[in-house]
C-alpha cells in the first residue's frame, strides 16, 4: 500500500481541479481526499497499490501541465510494504 500527499500550487482553485482529482481517485478505487487550502492551493492525499498510485499520479501530472496553470506540485510518498 502506497499513501501519496501533494500540494499543488498556482491557478488550481476555481477551474475544476480538485473535483477531477476526487473523480479520477473513486474511479480507480483509491481512498483519500481532495480540499483546497486557505492559501489558494489544492492539497491531497490518496492511498493504493503501487501500480494505482503511480497511474493516478500520470493522469494527474498531465492534467496539470496540460490545461493548469500549476507553478509546483510538491510531494511525498510513504509505502507501508515491509520486506520480507
Not at 19 to 35: D, I, L, P, S
Not at 49 to 66: A, G, H, M, Y
Request: charged share 25%; aromatic share 8%; hydrophobic share 35%.
Amino acid at each position: 500500500m502506497i499513501h501519496y500527499h501533494a500540494i499543488v500550487t498556482g491557478r488550481v482553485q476555481g477551474v475544476g481541479f480538485r473535483y477531477f482529482v476526487q473523480g479520477e481517485a473513486v474511479k480507480r478505487g483509491m481512498k483519500g481526499w481532495v480540499r483546497n487550502t486557505d492559501e489558494g492551493h489544492v492539497e491531497l492525499k490518496v492511498e493504493g497499490e503501487q501500480q494505482e498510485v503511480v497511474d493516478f499520479l500520470k493522469t494527474v501530472r498531465n492534467v496539470v501541465r496540460s490545461a493548469l496553470r500549476c507553478s509546483r506540485m510538491s510531494n511525498s510518498l510513504r509505502s507501508d510494504a515491509r520486506p520480507s
